[in-house]
């Protein structure tokens, strides 16, 4: 008698585990820790509240709600504030729509810190700070053609654009 080799063991076909749907995917946490430097870095900061510096001087506080690829925000529950040495002033926008190219900066807010500050300011009526404010913006617009003509008479240029108040 021959002996017969015993033939090998077939091989044994694992499944991969069920995947939880609920569970955090591996290309999502790397998706958040990457640095974003286009309009794509405010996706952290959906959902979220967050302040933003326009152009014009305004502050606005609300909730990002969207934004699209030209950093325009579309905030809701927003409310402008504006800042004069100790006082401050405040009024309710509702859904406010802002231009990418109009802010200066942005950033989310501790929503248990945000109004700490307010705290130590005395709070004025909207339409007096606004007042208060377009005299100083007049004051800084008389204050700048007087340097840009200085500074023109030896040949040198003001940067100063009337549009960036902040």
Do not use: C
Not at 4 to 11: D, F, G, I
Not at 115 to 126: C, K, P, R
Not at 156 to 163: A, E, S
């Amino acid at each position: 008698m021959s002996a017969t080799p015993e033939p090998s063991p077939a091989p044994v076909q694992t499944q991969a585990p069920a995947r939880d749907p609920l569970a955090p995917n591996v290309e999502d946490l790397y998706l958040e820790s990457y640095a974003f430097t286009t309009a794509a870095a405010l996706v952290g900061s959906v959902d979220r509240k967050i302040f933003v510096l326009l152009r014009d001087g305004r502050n606005l506080f609300g909730i990002l709600r969207t934004f699209d690829q030209f950093a325009n925000l579309v905030l809701q529950d927003t409310y402008e504030r504006i800042y004069l040495d100790d006082k401050f002033a405040e009024v309710y926008r509702g859904v406010f729509m802002v231009r990418g190219e109009n802010v200066v900066m942005m950033g989310e807010l501790d929503i248990d810190r945000e109004d700490d500050h307010l705290e130590v300011m005395q709070q004025i009526d909207f339409r007096e700070a606004e007042d208060e404010l377009k005299q100083k913006h007049k004051q800084i617009v008389s204050e700048q053609k007087i340097r840009s003509k200085k500074l023109l008479e030896k040949g040198l240029i003001n940067d100063f654009v009337r549009g960036d108040m902040y």
